[in-house]
């Protein structure tokens, strides 16, 4: 099981990694982007909040996004309350581990004891090299003076490729995202930037709604 | 300003993580809700390729992080690693600017 819980810290240490990059790219500090990773610690919503602000969006409409890709931690919070102590200051603890990597881990044990071991297991040592990465990241781009010429503005889009394929596994989302990529384009040329995100964001919950409401 | 919307931005994220561990299960575990939220990330991210692809401020364009683009869907179709589907799109926008 750390085994296991090493190869996935591994693997997004190096995600990581791109992450400081891109944040730097985008503008933030090395200790903004150093903060994010240690108080953030959610991948997708982390990414989301530097595309935004290093596509020219207020650091605002990059908050309120990266909120909203924050919100499926709080249904994996609903799977691992049964695993995890309820009450007390590990809760707290806890709490700052939910993420897609700790859940998918917990919950392929059985046992509850193992569950709650490859949480903590799972949450600890990712926590450690994600952190690593950032820095390492940050680092490699800090006195880069423009980061077109190694291409970085392409990197971002590529990142949100790379999370968004692996939920794409049906038709309805992949219709979904087509649609969304519309509509944001869309919508684009009218509004401040970061906005049609958030439009997007109500347009989706209003058809998730709707449609399970049927 | 930034940093004012960074530790908000974290602040409300661990809400979330906290909300899903501490509110009554019910309350989240409605059909609607756990139908919905996955919804979410799939538009978001998918809105994020779209906007940081073809547009620079309020313009859309058609530049050479639309090639990058399409060689990080080939990486992803062969299963590249993130890192590598990252890479080769950075790369191949500074290849084609050098040209």
Redesign the interface.
Known sequence: MIRDALGIAI?SG??A??FGAISTAAG??LL?TC??SV????G??QF??V??????G???A??A??????????????R??SI?D?SGLR??L???F??DETTAMAIAREAPAESRFAFWATGVVLFVFWNLGTLAGALATHFVPDP??????????????????P??RARE?MA??????????VC??FVP?GV??LI??V???V???L???R | MMWAGVLVACAACYALKLAGLSLPARLLEDARVQRTIPLVPVALLAALIATNTFSTGHHLVLDVRAAAIGVAVVAVLLRAPFLVVVVSAAATAALLRLL
């Open positions: 693997a190096a995600y990694v791109s933030l500090t903004q903060a994010l108080l953030m610690f959610t997708a919503s989301a909040l595309g935004v602000v290093g596509a020219g207020s650091v605002w990059g908050a996004t990266a909120a909203l890709l924050g919100s499926r931690n709080a249904l994996y919070g609903v691992l309350s995890l309820r809760r707290l806890a709490a700052h939910v993420i077109k010429v190694f291409g970085l503005d392409a990197a971002p889009p590529a990142a949100f490729l790379a999370l968004l394929a939920r794409l989302p979904i995202a087509f649609a969304a990529g519309v509509v944001a384009l684009l040329p930037a049609p995100l997007v964001a347009l989706v919950a058809f998730g709604v449609r399970s409401g």
